[in-house]
C-alpha cells in the first residue's frame, strides 16, 4: 500500500547521505534537479559521484512521450537490482511521470519508495528522512497553484550557462500535451527575484542565463509582462546573453518583438512553436491561432528582427490529419523555411483532450513516413542556411575545448548555432567576434577577426 502524505514537520536527521538525481527531459527538469540539490544540500546531504555512491537515488522524469517513460522503467528495473544487492537505499521517482502515474507507477514498480511531484520538492528532505523508516512508498504530488520556490537556493551546476526558471506550469491546455496536467497552472516569479537570481548567477560566473517556462512568454507577475521582465534582466550587469524558452507564438505583440529588438545582447534566436501548417488541425489542437496567423507572426518577426533565427516545433500525424493537413505543414516549412526543429509523431497521452475524444487514427507507418519526409525537408533547409551564413560575422560565447579535437573550441553563435573555432587567446565565458568559414546542416566553423 502507498500513503498519501501530506506532512511537512521538521526533516528527520539525514545529515551527510549522499543523494544522486539522473534528470531526463526538458530544461525545466535540468533546473528542478538544481533546486532539489539545493534543498537537500541545506539538511546535510551532499551530491554522490553515480547511483552506485548514493544513499538516495531520484529519477527525475519526463511524461511528454511514451518513450520517455519507457526509457525510465527500464532504468528502474536495473535500480531494482541495484536496492536488492543494498536494502538501505532510497528509491524515488520525481517529476512529470511520477504525477502523472501516481499510485499507477507503484503497480509497475513496487520497490520504488517516493513518488514526488514537482510541486512537492519542499517536502523532499522530510520525505526522505521518513522513507528511510516507513514500510510503505511514499505519494506526494499534490499540486500548488501558489509554488514558484521563489525564495530556495539552487545549486547550479557551475559553467557558462545557467537556468532560470521563471514561470512553473502552464494554462493553454492545448489539446495533446499532458503539460498541464502534471505541472499544474501558470505562475510566475515575481521580477524583483528573478533579478536577483540573475545577479547572484552573474556574480557566480554564469555568462549566459536562459530564462525557463512552459509558455515564457506569457510571464506576468504583478504588472509585470514579459518585455518588462527582458529589460529588467538585461540591465544586469555581467552577463554576455540572455535567452529564453519555450515561448508561445499568441504572446508576441509587436510591443514584444520591438522590445527584443532593443536588448542588444539578447540571443538572436526565437523559437515559435508552430505544431501544424493546417489551420484545421491547430483549430482541433486549441492553439488559439491559424497558419495564416502565424505567417503575420513570421513576417512581423523577420521584418523586426532580420538575421534572428527562426526554430520550431513540429508534430506529424495528430488524429484525423489527412494528406492535405500534412501537405499544409510542409507548405509551411518551405515557406517559412525554419533555421532548424524539433519534429515529433504523434503520441496519444492519457488524460489529454485528444486522447479522451480523439481516436489515434493515423496509421504508424503513416506517421513514420510523415515524419522522415518532414525531417528530410527541413535538414535540407538548414544545410542551405548554414551554408548562407558563410562569410558573415558572428560573436561566439565560447563555452570549451572541442570534445573531438582539442586542437578546437566550440560555443554558440548569438543566433544559437553550435560554432567551432581554432585554439587562440580566448577562455570559456569570452565572446569572440568571427567570421563564419565553413558550415554543415548543424554547425559552422569561423575564425576570429585578428584585433
Ligand atoms: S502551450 Fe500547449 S504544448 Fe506547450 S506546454 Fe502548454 S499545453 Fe503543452
Known sequence: MALETTQTEEPAVTSGRAVFIETYGCQMNEADTELMHGLLRKQGYFVAESADDADVVLLNTCAVRERAEERIYGRL????????????????????????????????????????????????????????????????????????????ELDRVPGISG????????????????????????????????????????????????????????????GHDFADLLTR?????????????SPYPNDFSNRLLDTLASLP????????PVQSGSTRILRDMRRGYTADAYYDLIDRTRARLPGWALTTDIIVGY??????????????????????????RYSEREGTLAARKRPDDVPDDVKRERLQAVIALQ???????NEAMVGQDVEVLVAGTGRRNPEQMFGRSSCFRTTILPLGPYQPGDVVPARVVASTSHTLFAEPHTP
Open 379 to 385: 535538414e535540407s533547409i538548414s544545410k542551405a542556411r
Open 77 to 152: 528495473g536495473w535500480l531494482k537490482s541495484m536496492k536488492e544487492a543494498r536494502p538501505g537505499l532510497v528509491l524515488g521517482v520525481t517529476g512529470c511521470m511520477a504525477e502523472r502515474l501516481r499510485e499507477g507507477l507503484l503497480e509497475r514498480a513496487p520497490y520504488v519508495d517516493l513518488v514526488i511531484g514537482p510541486d512537492a520538492y519542499r517536502r523532499l528532505p522530510d520525505l526522505l528522512g521518513r522513507a528511510q523508516v516507513e514500510q510503505d512508498a511514499l505519494i506526494d504530488v499534490r499540486l500548488d497553484r501558489e509554488e514558484t520556490y521563489a525564495d530556495a
Open 265 to 272: 545582447r539578447l540571443g538572436r534566436h526565437l523559437h515559435l
Open 233 to 245: 534582466v538585461h540591465a544586469v550587469e555581467g552577463l554576455a546573453r540572455i535567452r529564453f524558452t
Open 319 to 344: 488524429p484525423g490529419e489527412t494528406d492535405e493537413d500534412f501537405e499544409a505543414t510542409m507548405e509551411l516549412v518551405r515557406r517559412v523555411r525554419f533555421d532548424a526543429a524539433f519534429m515529433f
Open 163 to 222: 537556468w532560470l526558471t521563471v514561470q512553473r506550469g502552464c494554462d493553454k491546455f492545448c489539446t495533446f500535451c499532458i503539460v498541464p496536467f502534471v505541472r499544474g497552472r501558470e505562475r510566475s516569479l515575481p521580477p524583483e527575484e528573478v533579478v536577483a537570481q540573475a545577479q547572484a548567477m552573474a556574480a557566480e560566473g554564469f555568462r549566459e542565463v536562459t530564462l525557463l517556462g512552459q509558455t515564457v512568454s506569457s510571464y506576468y507577475e504583478r
